[in-house]
């Protein structure tokens, strides 16, 4: 797999566009009360799981073992 870097500029515009869909999902559901405008909301949510688990260290993982040195 290719090492990619992370760029908090690509992550903001990530997340805002993650809001305009989500927000304008919640709009148009109250606007005109159809359900089909919980699936933006939906996957605006999953969506931002995601780049919060990418993001966010998971506390719970244990310590890298360390390095063995070669004996030879």
Not at 26 to 51: D, I, K, M, R, T
Request: charged share 10%.
């Amino acid at each position: 797999m290719l090492p990619l870097g992370f760029s908090w500029g690509a992550f903001i515009v990530y997340v805002g566009a993650l809001m305009f869909m989500t927000i304008g999902g919640l709009w148009g559901l109250f606007e005109s009360g159809h359900p089909a405008f919980l699936v933006p909301v939906l996957l605006g949510l999953f969506y931002f799981y995601l780049a919060w688990e990418a993001v966010v260290e998971d506390e719970d993982s244990p310590p890298a073992p360390p390095a063995r040195k070669n004996q030879g």
